[in-house]
């Protein structure tokens, strides 16, 4: 997403972060515009979509590098799903539309704890999950990637 936003549309994402596109009406405009080819490919040939918010950056540590406090970040992260169902609502029910978000793990250290799903609740009582990964969850997957 990054890259095309940044070497198709122009546009300056500091931090490669898209996110702060979702700060502005403009720049929600622009990740429209960008779901839009997708969901045309997926239509004409009559396959589901998988479309991803724009929040790999959403994270604490890159949040704090870009000025954004833990309730704003909150902000985001919501705002890239409400972004997608609202795309999946006015596309209709074809071709079908799966939303996913990720935010990039902070920090390596993070990574260090046992793979478990956890449920949290963020600072405003929102229910959330997360998945933690081991060094050797890691390294199985790079094993695979490569």
Excluded: C
């Excluded at 546009?11 to 009406?25: G, N």
């Excluded at 309730?71 to 997608?84: I, R, T, W």
């Excluded at 990574?111 to 609740?121: C, I, Y």
């Amino acid at each position: 997403m990054e890259t095309t936003l940044i070497f198709e549309a122009g546009l300056d994402l500091p931090h490669f972060a898209s996110f702060v596109l979702l700060d502005q009406t403009e720049g929600v405009e622009t990740l429209r515009a960008y779901y839009r080819p997708y969901l045309e490919i997926a239509r004409k040939r009559g396959v589901g979509i998988v479309l991803d918010t724009p929040t790999w950056r959403a994270s604490a540590d890159w949040g704090e590098r870009l000025g954004y406090s833990a309730e704003a970040l909150a902000d985001v992260n919501h705002g890239g799903v409400a972004l997608l169902e609202e795309v999946r609502a006015n596309d209709g029910a074809e071709p079908p539309v799966v939303a996913t978000a990720a935010t990039q793990p902070e920090r390596r250290r993070r990574l260090l704890r046992d793979r478990s799903p956890a449920h949290r609740r963020d600072q405003r009582g929102l229910r959330y999950s997360v998945t933690t990964y081991s060094n050797e969850a890691q390294a199985s997957s790079a094993k695979i990637a490569s």
